[in-house]
């Protein structure tokens, strides 16, 4: 489908009662056709187009507005982000709010309201509403950029006629989540930091400092003990297998990245994400913090108990997270409580499930959920801060030991050169 040109295609009817619009649209026979329209707005243009039975595919001021429809196809935009999709909520929502139909605030959005890369996907969407599409249909087309949670708040928002403060608390949620997974990227960028440049570092010494003190001693003839003969050893490896090795890393990588579709690889990750002495307080955190929020979120909107676990389940690939949201399910389609559904798991802590039922009884849960999730975040950043001061000291010794094994057993020979130049 064909996006909006970056210059209006709306007529604000307050300033002109008419105009002329130009269009394309696919016709009955599955012919695409031109074609000029004398109408209030685009909107009409678009309701009469589909009352004859046409397709709509672009609608503007002009010829030349609708024949550049095909300047940005939907497969050259951007990556979608988390937070991309929050300012377009927050921007629909407070245009909303102050009485701007959707199609207008959608071509506003298309025009400045959003990042330039984030552009054309916003302008598909405002032509398939143009178009008559409900905007949480458009949303659902692209479920692998769009969340479940966003598409499930602009439905509600549709049914009960509440779009702006949905789209506003779809917004906040996004917000919460993009700051969230910033956080843990962040978190997790020391340690991968310190992994990269140990393996960088050893792996220099060992194929260009090495080969050099190991020609010196030759020359020399010192004795080599056995650690400076060990990593002689590795450095001749590395230097002449290194095709050899490039390509059975190569190979562990493409095997490691089919395995994880496999059930055992998923449960062991599971096991270390869940079970590591230091991953595993982040890692339960986490998921108590998002779950939360997104019960909360739902809940709030007037979404039902079982939809909104159902898009709960769908949060995370782990495969521990959906056994857990598949036996809640299970328990509350056989008339249980949540409370006695989450009891009976042990993936969230007491705190929590007590919290829980406290705001089943007094009728308070999305309130009481919301409140447990500001918990669990603030939880979280403490998590994540003793997480990476335990890890800090750690690699940093761990990798202070490895390098200076290798200084020391580049270093030992001297002592035998020296022997055998006061000789």
């Not at 007529?11 to 000029?36: K, M, P």
């Not at 102050?98 to 302008?123: D, I, K, N």
């Not at 991968?192 to 194929?207: K, P, S």
């Not at 562990?252 to 991953?279: C, E, N, S, W, Y």
Request: glycine share 6%.
């Amino acid at each position: 489908m064909a996006t909006l040109p970056p210059t209006p295609s709306v007529v604000d009817t307050r300033t002109e009662s008419r105009a002329t619009f130009a269009y394309r649209a696919v016709d009955l026979d599955g012919r695409e056709s031109n074609g000029n329209m004398a109408a209030a707005n685009a909107q009409e243009v678009a309701r009469r187009l589909r009352a004859e039975g046409r397709t709509v595919l672009a609608i503007g001021r002009d010829e030349a507005l609708a024949a550049s429809a095909q300047v940005n196809p939907p497969s050259r935009r951007g990556r979608t982000r988390r937070s991309d999709l929050a300012a377009l909520c927050r921007h629909l929502g407070t245009m909303a709010e102050a009485g701007v139909p959707l199609s207008e605030a959608l071509e506003a959005a298309a025009r400045e309201g959003v990042r330039p890369e984030f552009r054309p996907f916003v302008s598909e969407i405002a032509l398939e509403v143009l178009s008559g599409t409900p905007l949480s249909q458009a949303f659902a087309l692209r479920g692998r950029e769009v969340p479940a949670i966003v598409v499930a708040l602009t439905r509600a928002a549709e049914s009960t006629g509440q779009l702006g403060p949905m789209l506003l608390r779809a917004a906040e949620h996004l917000q919460r989540s993009d700051s969230m997974a910033k956080q843990l990227r962040a978190a997790a960028t020391y340690p991968v930091f310190m992994l990269a440049a140990g393996t960088t570092v050893v792996t220099g010494l060992l194929i260009f400092v090495l080969p050099r003190f190991a020609k010196i001693y030759a020359d020399r003839g010192a004795e080599l003990p056995w650690a400076t003969k060990i990593l002689l050893a590795a450095s001749n490896g590395l230097r002449e297998h290194a095709v050899a090795l490039g390509a059975a890393a190569l190979m562990v990588v493409i095997a490691t990245m089919l395995l994880a579709r496999t059930g055992a690889l998923q449960r062991l990750v599971d096991a270390l994400r869940f079970g590591a002495p230091i991953i595993r307080g982040v890692t339960r955190t986490a998921f108590v913090a998002v779950s939360c929020r997104t019960l909360a979120t739902l809940l709030a909107s007037g979404i039902h108990l079982l939809d909104a676990i159902a898009i709960c389940r769908g949060l995370s690939r782990s495969r521990r997270t959906e056994l857990f949201w598949n036996a809640v399910d299970a328990r509350l389609r056989d008339g249980g409580s949540l409370v006695d559904a989450l009891r009976a798991e042990t993936l969230l802590p007491p705190t929590v499930v007590s919290m829980v039922a406290a705001g089943e009884r007094s009728g308070r849960l999305p309130e009481v959920l919301s409140r447990a999730a500001d918990f669990a975040e603030e939880d979280l950043a403490i998590a994540l801060k003793q997480a990476t001061s335990l890890l800090e000291p750690v690699l940093v010794l761990v990798f202070g030991s490895v390098l200076g094994a290798v200084a020391i057993a580049l270093l030992l020979p001297l002592f035998s050169v020296a022997s055998v130049v006061s000789h």
